[in-house]
């Protein structure tokens, strides 16, 4: 069954190369963000994971768990983590996910059904296991991204996306085309004007249906 935007992810035990983890239990009362890989020993993906270990303040700030996933093995994933670590100058400390038996990527969406490992594989086999999937604290999917393997993913937008999934998360708000923390918010139109600039002061209004508000704290 194909995963989409506020779908509850699949609740997997799964191994890493930090031991057994299940989704659920291991997602707790944080946000998650969930990045996938082809294969390990990979350029792009070395600086990738890179990226994200030195991140790790960022997300320890947004309370956000972050779990890679390639489909090679525990034993790979612990060698390749000392390239990851010698590239980004920091540790890796987060865990990933050994999907050797695709479980976890075929739950996600990413390959289809009759996927297989075939010997002597390449990355292109599977070339679909690059996704990002940030889940709040419900365990519901909130965003999805997939790059090809040409394309490094840019983390910055991953937290940008972060903050504003955080400052909208069940709330009648949502934010403009490139917002960043402290700028103003868009008054959802379940809210009339009246109830918008009660529950958030003064609003200014664009459109009938554009509305901003300050951004609320």
């Not at 890796?92 to 996910?97: K, N």
């Not at 379940?190 to 951004?215: H, M, Q, T």
């Amino acid at each position: 069954m194909a995963l989409r935007i506020n779908d509850t992810v699949p609740n997997l035990t799964v191994e890493t190369d930090k031991g057994e983890i299940t989704l659920h239990d291991w997602i707790g009362d944080s946000w998650a963000v969930i990045f996938s890989h082809p294969k390990d020993f990979t350029p792009v993906c070395t600086t990738e994971f890179g990226a994200v270990a030195q991140l790790s303040d960022e997300w320890a700030k947004r309370n956000t768990k972050v779990l890679g996933v390639s489909v090679d093995s525990v034993d790979e994933h612990t060698k390749w983590k000392g390239d990851i670590e010698s590239v980004a100058g920091t540790e890796a400390g987060f865990p990933i996910v050994a999907d050797t038996k695709l479980e976890l990527s075929k739950a996600f969406d990413m390959l289809p059904a009759e996927a297989y490992l075939p010997d002597g594989r390449t990355p292109a086999d599977t070339a679909t296991v690059r996704s990002v999937f940030i889940i709040a604290p419900n365990k519901t999917v909130q965003l999805m991204m997939t790059y090809p393997m040409s394309v490094g993913r840019n983390f910055a937008e991953v937290l940008r996306a972060l903050d504003g999934l955080q400052r909208t998360y069940e709330q009648p708000l949502a934010t403009p085309a490139n917002w960043e923390t402290g700028q103003d918010v868009i008054v959802a139109l379940s809210l009339d004007d009246a109830a918008a600039e009660e529950k958030y002061g003064k609003i200014d209004k664009k459109l009938p249906y554009l509305r901003f508000a300050k951004n609320p704290a």
